[in-house]
């Protein structure tokens, strides 16, 4: 397995780091959580993300995409992480596109998918209930026969940029008991279906989301993503690949911030000599670069094996999230004694990085679940 980038994905990364860097500072999100902006994100930046095919990455050329790989999607986040992008990439792409690309037929993937790359269908996934924390299958929201399909019923949390998506996959029981593996589906739910209720969230670490609430909404059976019955299946793999994706953001954060603090160390005086000399610090400071070192490779080593199709792709995806959580974590507090009081001050951007790695670690599973997961792949 190669971890070093080849040329095509190397120009790749420069050209999205140097379009950040130009377009999307992180001061950014201090103007937008200060502008109390209710879309959090800017409509006409992410359409400029489309012209450069970033929504497409993923897609197959015959829908309209590049036809790339997790390698060249982790890039792209890689960047827009250092800068704490706040454009839904995570969530129209490599979740609610996904789940399309993965579980939808072909009448589905030939509608849907071409809106996604081009940025003018925005998606997302509703899978988490208040209680289900990391499981797929503890689904409460059902669904039942209605005349010519479904009326879905139940509350999602935390739904990412579920306040502007278009399109909601939603997860709902059709058959079983509560946390059965078996008789979860997976639907699409249009926004402006009557029934469905969105309520804003915000979060401590600025991304995102919304509670959705559905209240006898009523789809057709077009609207059935897969078979009835085996959604869990197909929440998994989707949510092992926004995983992964999530992990290329985090890493890219946690290279931002240490490369802030290194700068500090290095103009910043005490006793009279920068405190980059002082000999504590330059041991915390190379705890830091061996973390993201290994981060990097784990991260690398994930994407490279689901576009492989690799039989411990999976086992691979958690090794990444349990590294690059605990290395965000680490870095993110670091960084912030490092800098000393404007650090913990809310002047200084470094904060925003921590309280971003601290949302993060959580998402899609934190370093304890995921080591538990690899252990139970590994039959331990």
């Not at 950014?28 to 879309?39: A, Y």
């Not at 490599?94 to 003018?120: M, T, Y």
């Not at 992964?244 to 290279?255: D, F, K, R, T």
Request: hydrophobic residues 45%.
């Amino acid at each position: 397995m190669a971890l070093i980038l080849n040329e095509d994905q190397q120009l790749l990364k420069q050209m999205a780091g140097d379009f950040v860097k130009n377009e999307s500072p992180t001061s950014r999100i201090r103007q937008i959580r200060e502008s109390g902006d209710e879309v959090g994100f800017s409509r006409e930046l992410w359409g400029r993300m489309a012209e450069l095919g970033w929504q497409g990455i993923l897609i197959p050329e015959q829908y309209g995409g590049l036809g790339m790989g997790y390698a060249e999607m982790a890039c792209v986040l890689e960047e827009c992480g250092r800068k704490l992008v706040p454009e839904p990439l995570l969530s129209a792409v490599l979740l609610g596109g996904n789940a399309v690309l993965l579980g939808g037929n072909e009448a589905q993937k030939s509608e849907l998918l071409p809106k996604v790359a081009d940025g003018s269908l925005l998606m997302t996934l509703a899978y988490q209930e208040k209680g289900s924390r990391y499981s797929t299958s503890q689904v409460k929201t059902a669904a039942t026969s209605a005349a010519g399909g479904y009326a879905i019923s139940g509350e999602k949390v935390l739904v990412i940029d579920g306040h502007v998506a278009d399109k909601l996959v939603v997860s709902a029981r059709t058959a079983g008991v509560v946390d059965d593996p078996d008789g979860v589906s997976v639907f699409m739910v249009d926004r402006e279906a009557a029934g469905v209720e969105i309520v804003q969230q915000t979060t401590m670490h600025l991304r995102n989301s919304a509670i959705v609430r559905l209240h006898d909404v009523e789809v057709g059976r077009d609207a059935l993503l897969g078979a009835e019955g085996a959604g869990v299946a197909l929440l998994d793999d989707v949510i092992d690949r926004a995983t992964v994706g999530l992990a290329a953001e985090m890493l890219g954060g946690s290279l931002e911030a240490f490369e802030m603090t290194l700068e500090y160390l290095k103009t910043r005086k005490q006793f009279g000599v920068l405190i980059g000399t002082f000999q504590a610090l330059k041991h915390r400071a190379a705890e830091m670069f061996v973390e993201l070192e290994l981060g990097r490779s784990a991260v690398a080593g994930a994407a490279q094996a689901l576009d492989s199709g690799a039989d411990d792709a999976r086992a691979l995806v958690s090794v990444a999230k349990a590294r690059v959580s605990d290395l965000a974590v680490l870095v993110g507090y670091e960084a912030i004694q490092m800098h000393g009081g404007i650090g913990m001050t809310d002047e200084h951007d470094i904060g925003f990085y921590l309280k971003r790695a601290r949302g993060s670690e959580l998402t899609f599973g934190d370093s304890a679940f995921h080591r538990a997961r690899f252990a139970t792949i590994q039959g331990y």
